[in-house]
């Protein structure tokens, strides 16, 4: 009697698949090993740049953690086209420094940041030429093709405003202190939320909650920023809260960054394909508005004091 219970048949037919598997695992391997490696990533070291007059980005390196503070608190750390890419070179040169696994944004003074330096900003959005850099940046608000693969947390305070709050949204991890002041008032002043909240406020809270407080310019504070599901923690001073946003940096700094960083990916892959379109756009629309008659009165009615009087035009 035949020892093995398969027919003849049924082993040839098993052989054939079995030299075909190896075969095609032989031919796969071949493959990639015969394929040109790409390009290697560059390799940064992030400075330190203490805090000092005149410096708009502050830098201070806690191990594999970095501090990020900006520093315009004479104009309420309102971010001017010069601090906005000295913040992105900061970011980039972060992106690719290998010893550095966590950046924690923040602002010095008594704000975080009440949003854009719109007389700094509004030649180069009308014109849409905005300033660039010889040095390689990354977009603060992410909005741009090139992403960050490592983690951002943002500690606010303060008034957090417009592109302040925009860039809050854009962090993977968010703490508030008890005395944040959260607006994204632009409507009321003839322009648009131009930075990602019009995508990502209504991703984080819902529509009926982001619409309500985007399309009225009303500003609301931590506790409801935490009702929202924005912000995940809170703590009682800005101190505090910037505490315990390196005491998270800290944790994450801690896990495996190769992990950290396929986490990011995988949670991009499911929101970037949804989002990408409606940012592409944002900087159009933004520029748009700044070519109205309505902008123009919004900064007049601003200027002196009185309510602005819009035609829609």
């Known amino acids: 009697m035949e020892n093995d219970p398969l027919n003849p048949g049924r082993r040839a037919l098993l052989k054939t698949a079995a030299a075909a598997a190896v075969a095609a695992t032989a031919t796969t391997r071949a493959a990639a090993q015969a394929q040109t490696p790409g390009p290697a990533e560059p390799v940064t070291t992030l400075a330190d740049v203490p805090l000092a007059n005149g410096t708009t980005v502050s830098v201070e390196r806690r191990g594999q953690v970095v501090l990020v503070g900006i520093n315009r608190p004479s104009i309420q ?16 040169q972060y992106e690719h420094d290998p010893s550095l696994r966590a950046l924690v944004l923040f602002g010095h003074g008594p704000n975080f940041s009440r949003g854009i330096d719109v007389d700094a900003s509004q030649s180069g959005i009308i014109s849409g030429r905005r300033e660039t850099s010889p040095a390689p940046t990354l977009d603060l608000t992410s909005n741009g093709q090139k992403r960050r693969t490592k983690p951002m ?112 990916a995988s949670a991009h892959s499911y929101v970037d394909p949804v989002e990408a379109d409606a940012l592409s756009k944002l900087g159009a629309q933004y520029s748009a508005l700044y070519r109205t008659e309505d902008f123009v009165e919004g900064r007049k009615a601003e200027a002196e004091g009185r309510p602005p009087k819009y035609q829609g035009k």
């Not at 750390?77 to 980039?92: F, S």
Request: charged content about 20%; proline content about 3%; some cysteine.
């Open 153 to 264: 947390l943002v500690v606010v305070h303060g008034d957090t405003w417009n592109l302040g709050h925009e860039i809050y949204l854009a962090g993977d991890i968010r703490v508030a202190a008890a005395d944040t002041r959260f607006g994204q008032d632009e409507n009321t002043h003839g322009r648009f939320p131009g930075g990602g909240a019009t995508v990502r406020f209504v991703r984080e809270a819902g529509w009926g909650n982001a619409m309500r407080y985007m399309l009225t310019g009303d500003h609301w504070n931590a506790e409801e920023s935490y009702r929202m599901g924005i912000t995940q923690q809170i703590a009682p001073t800005a101190a505090a809260a910037l505490d315990a946003g390196v005491a998270m940096a800290n944790k994450v700094a801690a896990c495996g960054p190769l992990s950290i960083k396929t986490t990011l």
């Open 77 to 92: 750390n309102r971010i001017d086209p010069a601090t906005r890419l000295r913040l992105g070179e900061v970011l980039y």
